[in-house]
C-alpha cells in the first residue's frame, strides 16, 4: 500500500496545502480533500460519518483528516 507522506491542509486562501504524514493512502487522501474542497466551496463540509461512509475501510485516517480541516477553519 502506497501512504502518503504528507498531509493537505487548507490556508486562509481557501486552497489546500501539503504539509506532512497521513494514514490515508494518496489516492483516498486526494478524494477525500478534493470532495472536502468542493463542499466548502458549495454549501459546507458534511458531517464526519458522510466522508466515513465514501471511504470504507480508511474510517479512523477520514475521521482525523476531517478533524484536522475543521479545526483550521
Avoid at 27 to 36: G, H, P, Y
Amino acid at each position: 500500500m502506497v501512504r502518503a507522506t504528507r498531509r493537505w491542509l487548507p490556508v486562509p486562501d481557501g486552497e489546500l496545502h501539503l504539509t506532512d504524514e497521513t494514514p490515508l493512502p494518496a489516492a483516498v487522501l486526494a478524494a477525500l480533500l478534493a470532495r472536502m474542497q468542493d463542499d466548502r466551496a458549495g454549501e459546507g463540509l458534511q458531517s464526519v460519518e458522510a466522508y466515513q461512509a465514501l471511504y470504507p475501510g480508511y474510517e479512523d485516517g477520514v475521521a482525523k483528516k476531517v478533524a484536522q480541516v475543521e479545526d483550521v477553519d
